[in-house]
C-alpha cells in the first residue's frame, strides 16, 4: 500500500556530513508524522527524529545540534541532515510514516533502512 525507499547511506569519517532521503509512495491520501530511527545489533531500535506535517520537529538528545529533519510534502520525502558525525551514530537507519491510504486505512509504514557507517 505504501512504499518507502530510504537513501544517502554510506561510509563517513568522523566529523563528517551526510543526507538521508525517504521517498513515499503508493497509495497515499495523506501522510501526517515522518521520522528516522536507527538501530544496531543487538539493541532496539531508537527514535532519531519525527516531523510533524506541519514541520513541528523533535529530536533525540544524542543527535540534537547536529542533525535536522526536513520534509517536502509535495513529493512526500523526508530529509535528514546529519553533521558532524561520531562513530556512535553509526546504524541502520529507517525512515518511518504515519499514512493514510485512499481506503482511509492509517498505519504505520517502515523502509528497508540504510546503513550509515562513521568510521575513519
Known amino acids: 500500500q505504501v512504499q518507502l525507499v530510504e537513501s544517502g547511506g554510506g561510509l563517513v569519517q568522523p566529523g563528517g556530513s551526510l543526507r538521508l532521503s525517504c521517498v513515499a509512495s503508493?497509495?497515499?491520501?495523506?501522510?501526517?508524522?515522518m521520522g528516522w530511527y536507527r538501530q544496531n545489533p543487538g539493541k532496539q531500535r531508537e527514535l532519531v527524529a519525527t516531523?510533524?506535517?506541519?514541520?513541528?520537529?523533535n529530536y533525540a538528545d544524542s543527535v540534537k545540534g547536529r542533525a535536522t529533519i526536513s520534509r517536502d510534502n509535495a513529493k512526500n520525502t523526508v530529509y535528514l541532515q546529519m553533521n558532524s558525525l561520531k562513530p556512535e551514530d553509526t546504524a541502520v537507519y529507517y525512515c518511518?510514516?504515519?499514512?493514510?491510504?485512499?481506503?482511509?486505512?492509517?498505519?504505520?509504514?517502515w523502509g528497508k533502512g540504510t546503513l550509515v557507517t562513521v568510521s575513519s
Open positions: 518511518m510514516v504515519k499514512a493514510t491510504t485512499r481506503q482511509m486505512y492509517a498505519s504505520d509504514y
Open positions: 516531523i510533524t506535517r506541519g514541520g513541528s520537529t
Open positions: 503508493g497509495d497515499i491520501f495523506i501522510i501526517n508524522d
